[in-house]
């Protein structure tokens, strides 16, 4: 009988433990679900920009070729030997001046002896009039002499003309470039022999579409560089195209710009700019604080946390600073109740007690740290309109005051707690903020 207990009993101690350890299972992974399910996420550290309305210059945006005001692929006219090149590469050279020499020894002499019929003719024309004054010429022998000598004056401006065509001259002043022809080298006539460009002044050859055409006019401003952010150089319209082309829809427009320290090149690719009238109170935000999805463009806004209904629970750490202080009083009682201790010992609880009581003081750092007012951030989708200098307007989503999140949107979410740190401003590049 006393065998049954024991085993009856054995069991059950068993049976409380099993019980014991499937309870205590469940109430661990009911604690980590709860846990889980009430632990917020740490705040994002994001920047953000202010939204107010500015001052906003529209404008229309191309791209275009940029080309000399004069400049030319010069050729000779007639054939010949390369006797002399009388310049060099990228020289500046005036109007009317002397590039290329041909050999010209043939048309020098055919020209001596023309002059030389010339002069002759001239003399037997001065002889004629002198008889027809005597009455002893006829009139035929004068017409004859006077159509010998124009006949001859003819014939020296023609091989005058053909040997100033054994000389290659600049038609207008400019920068000339690499020879194409060698000394000794035959020519025939349109043989290219260099290019000239006046570097001055250059022209931009651009197209617009067709339905910015009403928005354009002479006279107004150009901006064209490297890329939209380096429009270092300025203009004015000089030509609008009167005929919109019927297969690409687009019209064909012309600028002038200044070119005084030839950093323009003819043939370079540049961005160009026409600005048109200011606009005012235009709201707009940096394009880094846009995110496109399948569902449209929105930003996030940040605002103010709401309160939580659970709220009232956190006053309870008063509470827990009373229990903590019952507590050290207990442990300050201890050492009057054991007498066979010393009484430097005795003093330890006390130290003790004090420090517990001083700890409730630096429970309230986190505390104040909690007053200060949190943040949230909301979804907010946008309507777009223009872009300009990597701002973009926003027509319609933002009023004037709202905080827009500029940088750190790809881990963020709807309701999510932020931090703002506006240290760095992602619409500039590093290499200017490290320099700041």
Avoid at 24 to 53: C, E, H, L, W
């Amino acid at each position: 009988m006393k065998r049954f207990f024991i085993i009856a009993g054995f069991l059950l101690l068993l049976a409380l433990v099993c019980v014991g350890i499937v309870g205590f299972n469940f109430m661990r992974d009911a604690g980590i679900k709860q846990y889980f399910a009430t632990m917020k996420p740490p705040a994002a550290t994001v920047s953000t920009v202010t939204v107010k309305p500015s001052e906003w210059t529209p404008g229309i945006e191309a791209i275009g070729t940029v080309n000399a005001v004069r400049g030319v692929d010069l050729t000779v006219e007639t054939s010949g030997i390369v006797k002399d090149i009388l310049f060099h590469a990228n020289q500046k050279v005036a109007a009317d001046a002397v590039l290329l020499q041909l050999d010209d020894a043939v048309e020098k002499a055919d020209l001596v002896a023309q002059k030389a019929q010339a002069a002759s003719d001239q003399a037997a024309l001065t002889r004629a009039i002198e008889l027809q004054r005597r009455g002893v010429g006829t009139d035929a022998t004068l017409d004859a002499a006077r159509a010998a000598g124009d006949a001859s004056a003819a014939q020296v401006n023609k091989m005058q003309a053909v040997l100033d065509q054994k000389q290659l001259s600049a038609p207008f002043g400019g920068t000339v470039g690499i020879p194409k022809i060698d000394v000794g080298q035959y020519l025939a006539p349109g043989n290219s022999v260099v290019t000239i460009q006046d570097l001055d002044t250059m022209r931009v050859d651009f197209t617009v579409p067709e339905q910015q055409l009403p928005l354009l006019k002479i006279g107004q401003t150009v901006k064209l560089g490297g890329s939209l952010a380096d429009m270092t150089f300025a203009g004015s319209i000089r030509g609008i195209d009167p005929k919109i082309d019927p297969a690409s829809r687009l019209v064909s427009i012309r600028g002038e710009v200044a070119n005084p320290e030839g950093k323009l090149t003819p043939g370079q690719f540049v961005q160009i700019r026409v600005e048109l009238p200011q606009e005012n109170n235009v709201i707009s935000v940096p394009q880094t604080a846009v995110t496109t999805s399948l569902y449209g463009d929105y930003v996030f806004v940040v605002e103010p946390a709401k309160p939580a209904g659970g709220a009232a629970a956190a006053p309870a750490k008063p509470d827990e600073q009373k229990a903590g202080a019952d507590k050290a009083a207990g442990d300050a009682a201890k050492p009057q109740a054991d007498a066979t201790k010393p009484a430097d010992n005795a003093a330890k609880p006390a130290d003790k007690a004090s420090g517990d009581a001083a700890k409730p003081a630096d429970a309230a750092k986190p505390a104040e740290a909690a007053q200060q007012p949190a943040l949230t951030i909301s979804q907010v989708f946008v309507k777009l309109g223009r872009r300009n200098n990597g701002m973009v307007e926003i027509t319609e989503g933002l009023k004037d005051g709202d905080q827009v999140v500029t940088a750190g949107q790809n881990r963020l979410f709807n309701g999510m707690s932020v931090a703002v740190d506006n240290t760095i401003d992602p619409s500039k590049s590093a290499n200017k903020q490290v320099q700041q």
